[in-house]
């Protein structure tokens, strides 16, 4: 690897994190010199990096103006969901039928340190845990263009949706909701039943869903449907 490779994916991966965090919010603007003087990186590096960023989906180029990070609206979030109720359960379902004792023990091994987690400091490991065990069945599916689809989606939808619409953390019914619905999932594909690993991740999913309407709608005082 090259040294400006290596500047270019320390680029992309702070500014991923910045946006994740909500350092940096939908609609802020991307200026090169600022994010090479914050960062500490000169701009070829930069520009490479928000190219990657732009192709990720988590910013976009505006003609004439610049770069600046992608706003989502409430209408995005429900696309997206709609999409991963498309697949995910197949996925779950394929999985079902083919993922392998490890995969399965890591999958374990993921929900079981979800569980031990609680409260506002170990929101990030909790996100960060939960993206893994989703996509390690999405991948245990082996099922390509579902892979690459949902792998894609992962790459930006929580981040876009946790600072975007929860910047100060998940419902707090989602820990327990979660974890209950994680153990169905693995309880399914533990005994390789791919019409329960479709069904719990399905209503897993619906579920997810429903209490991020109701938490935005709480939040805004109207009902965002």
Not at 143 to 148: A, D
Not at 149 to 171: C, E, H, N, V
Not at 173 to 196: C, F, K, S, V
Request: charged content about 30%.
């Amino acid at each position: 690897m090259t040294a400006p490779k290596q500047l270019r994916d320390l680029a992309v991966e702070r500014l991923r994190a910045m946006i994740a965090q909500g350092k940096l919010r939908g609609g802020d603007w991307l200026r090169q010199a600022a994010l090479s003087a914050e960062l500490g990186i000169s701009y070829t590096p930069i520009r490479e990096a928000l190219k990657q960023l732009e192709a990720e989906g988590l910013v976009e180029h505006v003609p004439y103006r610049g770069v600046r990070v992608v706003e989502f609206r409430l209408d995005d979030i429900l696309d997206i969901y709609a999409i991963r109720l498309a697949l995910e359960p197949q996925a779950a379902a394929s999985a079902a039928q083919r993922i392998a004792e490890p995969d399965l023990e890591a999958l374990r091994q993921l929900h079981g340190r979800m569980c031990q987690l609680h409260g506002a400091e170990a929101l990030a490991e909790v996100r960060e845990l939960n993206e893994r065990f989703h996509l390690k069945i999405v991948e245990a599916s082996g099922r390509t263009y579902l892979i690459r689809t949902l792998r894609a989606i992962w790459t930006w939808f929580p981040k876009m949706l946790w600072s975007q619409f929860l910047p100060d953390g998940d419902p707090p019914q989602r820990e327990a909701q979660d974890n209950a619905d994680h153990a169905q999932i693995l309880a399914a594909l533990e005994a390789r039943d791919p019409e329960a690993a479709e069904c719990a991740t399905r209503q897993h999913l619906e579920r997810a869903r429903q209490t991020l309407l109701d938490a935005l709608e709480a939040q805004a005082g109207v009902n965002p449907r």
